[in-house]
């Protein structure tokens, strides 16, 4: 079992920055492979960003590549999302998630996620 929290979501302004945290819990965590989704009202749910516990290596979508940064922090067991130059459009509920299939970009492939965090972009 994996226990995910985010925080971090908020209200910002167009060209604004916000860091989500997720932070995750239970046993080896660090076999996972974590990933960001996105849901805005009435849309499927949307990758993303990923990366892996182990090594660091990630993969981001390209809807948010070159604006959004995942990272990890494997002494407190967090993961992170950078999002820089946000946009209307970015505005969704944004939820962590875990999983053992690496390279997952597919919210069935996921096993475990956080209750999510409200993200808001003003014009």
């Known amino acids: 079992q994996v226990q995910l929290v985010e925080s971090g979501g908020g209200l910002v302004q167009a060209g604004g920055s916000l860091r989500l945290s997720c932070a995750a819990s239970?046993?080896?965590?660090?076999?996972?492979?974590m990933g960001w989704f996105r849901q805005a009202p009435g849309k499927e749910r949307e990758f993303a960003a990923a990366?892996?516990?182990?090594?660091?290596?990630?993969y981001h979508a390209d809807s948010v590549k070159g604006r959004f940064t995942i990272s990890r922090d494997n002494a407190k067991n967090t993961v992170y999302l950078e999002m820089n130059s946000l946009k209307p459009e970015d505005t969704a509920v944004y939820y962590c998630?875990?999983?053992?299939?690496?390279?997952?970009?597919?919210?069935?492939?996921?096993?475990?996620w956080g209750q999510g965090t409200q993200v808001t972009v003003s014009s």
């Open positions: 239970g046993r080896t965590v660090s076999r996972y492979f």
């Open positions: 998630a875990a999983t053992t299939t690496s390279w997952a970009t597919m919210a069935n492939d996921y096993a475990y």
């Open positions: 990366i892996m516990w182990s090594g660091g290596r990630t």
